[in-house]
């Protein structure tokens, strides 16, 4: 059995790139289970060697390959490709066919982060993150 | 009231033809330079050229709640994103959509978008009435495909003539229901014994479809597939 404590995470992470790599390979050194998807092979090189978890080669717009990773028991889902649109169709499915609680997407497009909250989307934003960032250097009233 | 058409090439022209004539307002969004040039020379409609994921696009369209919006890209994540956003941000109420992997359209019937269609379920269900033959036909499905009815004839030189029922090994996952014998409905039971020209109608899941098909219509000294 999975041990469901709440120092012992099941995250799956969707896109190894350098976020994603980086990031399921903290949780996996702290003791969390990380399962990591990806649709290109080579993007599992980018998982460091703390990496202990697993690693599922293809693509999470396909509803059997989220099955595989058992998203609906998933604590977190990080939703992290490089396309929005992609990301949508991925946060959707796991919250409309696998009822995960808490799903977080990468978001590029401003536009859509409304999108993404109407559907009780968790959003990170690299562009409106360094947007404010910079703007903190900014005086005035850019916003 | 106007028909905004996204996406898709020969599907996007022919459908966009055929609505401007009968004197519809039409919008056609392409994502195709070279497309949007041709379907400026040959259709009656504004063209524009654009990425209509993209909400900055789909607000050049002026788009009102009453407006259609037709979706027909080959990427479901794009008519999940079009959608969605013509739907949650524009409030549009009519929205009908292609969609290409089969497991999306249940996902789309649960964010709202009831008007989906799938060519591939549409040519899945033509090559499998080609497969199994005249004598299964899969008159209605439930659910998205989960339970089908199905209706077979037994052939002249099908095995389970002149057997009962309970004793042809069909699978658990499927009942008949029915046998309509010369005109008139049988309500079968175990012992009901099988006749030549027998339309049986059952209800299944889909994966022992095949394994029905076999059993009722398989001839008398043929091998097990």
New interface residues.
Partial sequence: MRNKSKDNLYLVIIGCGKVGANVASRASSIGHNVVVIDKDEKAFENLTVEFTGFTIFGDA????VLMEAKIDRADYVFVLTE????N??IS??CK??FAVKKVIARVY?P??I??FR??DVEVISPTVLAIDKLSDFVVGDYK | MKVVIIGGERIAYFLAKSISSKGYRIYVVNKDAQLCEDFARDLKAVIVHGDASKRSVLEQLDIEEEDIIVVLTNKDKENLIITQLAKKIFGVKNIVTLINNPDNIELFNKLGISAAVSTTTMMQRAVENLLFGKELEEFLSLEEGKLAFLKIEIPENSKVIAKKLKDIGLPHDCVVGGILRKGEVIIPHGDTILDIGDILFIIAVPTVQTEIANLLTGEKDAKKI
């Fill in positions: 717009t396909e509803k059997d396309d929005d649109n992609t949508f169709l959707m499915a409309y066919y497009e536009d859509n409304q999108l109407e559907y």
